[in-house]
């Protein structure tokens, strides 16, 4: 199986293509903006080094978040249309999961969502111990130790530092942007292949005049 993966929604734009589960080319690049600017070319490059034609894709898999709205949007219109172009299913990953798939043991994802909140989720062995969440700092160390039942824990993702010392010798991995090979592994396995849609878990910053938020 050729899977080719995206991901817009977190600081970077990131692409992977893997055969059968072989990774025959991935790349990331750190940005906070500019992702519509330049996740097509990135696209090309990476299928160019993987040696892979669009036409003999069997899936693409997108990050859908929780991460920036307006990245995240970028990555799922690109992912989509070229799905429906290439007539090929398009599977949507949720941040979380990708940041702590393949990982055993106990692990949480944690995503700095700002203002003083965290994006959280938390797996035993790659099953997830809860929905995503978005939650006051306060509330997922709370939830993160209400969970954890002892023994070796790993918290990762951008928000990790800020659940630091919650469960005593925890390890840290500050990660800002999920693997895209960890996506195109998700997207390879997923029985479900319903459409993809965002995963948002809170209202965006932005507002539009009038104090309404964008849709």
Same mark, same amino acid.
């Given at each position: ?6 991901? !817009?929604? *977190? ?56 991460? *920036? ?11 989509? !249309? ?12 949720? *941040? ?120």
């Amino acid at each position: 199986m050729l899977i080719l993966a995206l991901d !817009t929604a *977190s600081p970077a734009c990131s692409v992977a293509v893997l055969r059968d589960g072989k990774t025959l080319a991935a790349h990331v690049e750190p940005m906070a903006r500019g992702h519509q600017e330049r996740l097509a070319g990135l696209i090309a490059e990476t299928m160019a080094e993987a040696g892979a034609a669009f036409d003999a894709l069997d899936r693409i898999g997108v990050g859908v978040g929780p991460g *920036s709205f307006t990245g995240l949007r970028v990555g799922l219109a690109f992912a989509k !249309t070229l799905a429906l172009a290439l007539d090929r299913p398009c599977v949507g990953i949720g *941040s979380l999961e990708a940041l702590a798939a393949d990982e055993p043991g106990f692990n949480a994802a944690v995503i700095d969502a700002k203002r003083g909140q965290v994006y959280l989720q938390v797996f035993e062995d790659g099953r997830a111990l809860m929905a995503p969440d978005a939650l006051d700092v306060g509330v997922a160390a709370a939830r993160l130790a209400e969970l954890w039942r002892g023994g070796p824990a790993r918290l990762i993702g951008s928000g990790a530092a800020l659940l630091d010392g919650v469960i005593p010798g925890a390890a840290l991995t500050a990660r800002e942007a999920p693997d895209p090979v960890a996506l195109a592994r998700i997207a390879a396995r997923r029985a479900s292949l319903t459409p993809p849609r965002p995963l948002y878990l809170r209202a965006p910053d932005a507002k539009l005049p009038g104090g309404i938020s964008p849709p």
